[in-house]
């Protein structure tokens, strides 16, 4: 038993770390477990670094919007859309600790959520599995921010998982980062990169074919704050979320698709210079479980 607290946010994603400050300004002595040595989850973890639409969201929205400005971690995107923002993943890992420092909220990292502790028909806490072994957490309230589910389905939860029609999950993205841009270079449109590069495949005879049919999704580059570095969003594969096997042949293969894109980048008049500098530690998840809930939230209309 490794102790008791109010509140146990399980995950410290963008849910994560809005539920556990919001917890802990109440008065609530909120634990925050996270897997992985940072906070984000798919915004760092994932290197995924666009705000979209963010401007007047309200607290926690705002308040990180303030913090990476005042970090030189916050630039605008295209000019064409009003209120898409960039951060500089690595600003964003220290900001939200920052946040929740400021907030009282206790961290662990490094520790899996393993199981839930449910007792008449309600959870009473979490059982972590980490380097100490596995332990149990008690908890008035525990919040599963986990993005896969993860707690409710160990609590017994009902759930659904992908689309009525067939069960399929949107695909996935394994993000990569590359600097060697030249000035401006992230203004270019998707489409314009998108002809370039099946230009360069067809001329050199590369064999290889883009992750995406048409240029809707792919690539996006997104510029970072740090002049010359992108994040690009041109990977894609299928795979079930809930199976590690499966989502380990997606990321190897994401993998490779992100080196093919760097190399048609290379062979582009200007982009010569382009590096792959890392891809994410966790492959982009779009969607796993969903709790069958009480209420839903839905698209506003
Ligand atoms: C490529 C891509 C593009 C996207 N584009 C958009 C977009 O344009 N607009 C939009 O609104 N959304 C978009 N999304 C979705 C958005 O990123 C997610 O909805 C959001 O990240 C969900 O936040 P979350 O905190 O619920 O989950 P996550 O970001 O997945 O965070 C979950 C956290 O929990 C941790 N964790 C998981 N399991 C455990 C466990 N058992 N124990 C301990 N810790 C655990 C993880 O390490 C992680 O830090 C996109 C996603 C991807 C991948």
């Not at 007047?56 to 000019?79: Q, Y």
């Not at 067939?166 to 992230?186: A, D, K, S």
Request: aromatic content about 8%; overall charge neutral; proline content about 4%.
């Amino acid at each position: 038993m490794r102790g008791s607290y109010d509140v146990i946010v399980c995950g410290g994603g963008p849910a994560g770390v809005g539920a556990a400050p919001a917890a802990a300004r109440e008065g609530a002595r909120t634990l925050l477990i996270e897997k992985y040595g940072m906070l984000g989850g798919v915004w760092t973890a994932g290197l995924l670094n666009p705000f979209f639409e963010c401007v007047g969201r309200g607290w926690l929205v705002d308040e990180l919007m303030r913090k990476l400005i005042e970090a030189g971690a916050f630039a605008s995107w295209r000019k064409e859309r009003y209120g898409d923002f960039v951060f500089d993943v690595e600003s964003m890992r220290r900001v939200l600790e920052d946040l929740m420092r400021a907030a009282d909220v206790e961290l662990l990292y490094y520790t899996l959520v393993a199981d839930a502790i449910v007792d008449d028909n309600r959870i009473r806490g979490v059982v972590i599995e980490s380097k100490a072994g596995r332990e149990a957490i008690l908890a008035r309230t525990v919040i599963d921010c986990t993005g896969d589910g993860d707690v409710f389905a160990r609590a017994g939860c009902a759930y659904e998982l992908g689309r009525a029609s067939n069960g399929m999950v949107q695909p996935m993205t394994l993000m990569f980062e590359i600097t060697g841009l030249p000035e401006g270079w992230e203004q270019k449109s998707s489409q314009e990169l998108y002809d370039q590069m099946i230009a360069v495949i067809e001329q050199h005879r590369l064999g290889y074919r883009l992750p995406y049919p048409r240029c809707n999704y792919a690539p996006w580059v997104f510029n970072t704050p740090v002049s010359g570095t992108a994040v690009v969003q041109c990977t894609h594969a299928k795979a079930d979320p809930l199976d590690p096997a499966s989502l380990t042949r997606s990321t190897i293969d994401c993998r490779r698709q992100a080196y093919e894109t760097v190399d048609i980048f290379r062979r582009i008049p200007g982009l010569e210079k382009v590096r792959l500098t890392h891809s994410a530690t966790q492959i982009g998840v779009r969607e796993a479980r969903r709790l069958k809930g009480r209420y839903y939230l839905t698209p506003g209309t």
